[in-house]
């Protein structure tokens, strides 16, 4: 009876303990992951020549954050959402209008700076954080689910 009162106590600890992070309510984070996109797009990199630098873009953000969302809530991990959306769906019903788009999502990193770093690493993702067409972007993170929208608005 004793271990399991000790077990529910370290159990209830474990879980009050835990937070799900909302990047929504976090303009620190906004500032630092699109401080760590330009610093990529400035110097340039292993798959793309240096660029202009982003703005940051609420309805990006929004776009983001619902797809964080989605992921985090349904232990999901793909770039169609668990009601069949895609990130174009996801950004125009956020009202925003663009030209071009693109995605990046990742799980399980702790820290910008190191999914960042797994970004880059890939050919794909790397591509979408320099690729010139985009001047906008959002990004969100809820949990261990990372999501960052890019995109060029029509004009």
């Known amino acids: 009876m004793r271990n399991n009162i000790f077990l529910f106590i370290f159990l209830s600890y474990i879980l009050s303990c835990e937070k799900t992070e909302d990047s929504s309510t976090s303009s620190t984070f906004a500032t630092e992951m699109l401080s760590a996109v330009n610093k990529l797009r400035k110097s ?45 769906k996801r950004i125009k019903a956020a009202g925003y209008s663009f030209k071009a788009a693109g995605e990046n999502i990742a799980y399980g990193y702790s820290s910008i700076s190191s999914v960042m770093k797994s970004w880059e690493n890939s050919s794909g993702h790397c591509k979408n954080m320099m690729n010139a067409s985009y001047t906008e972007m959002g990004a969100a993170k809820v949990g261990i689910y990372w999501v960052q929208v890019f995109a060029a608005p029509s004009k």
């Open 44 to 88: 340039g990199c292993n798959c793309g020549s240096a660029t202009t630098e982003l703005k940051w873009n609420a309805k990006l953000e929004a776009a983001a954050l619902r797809h964080a969302k989605d992921m985090s809530e349904n232990n999901h991990f793909s770039h169609t959402g668990t009601d069949n959306s895609t990130f174009d």
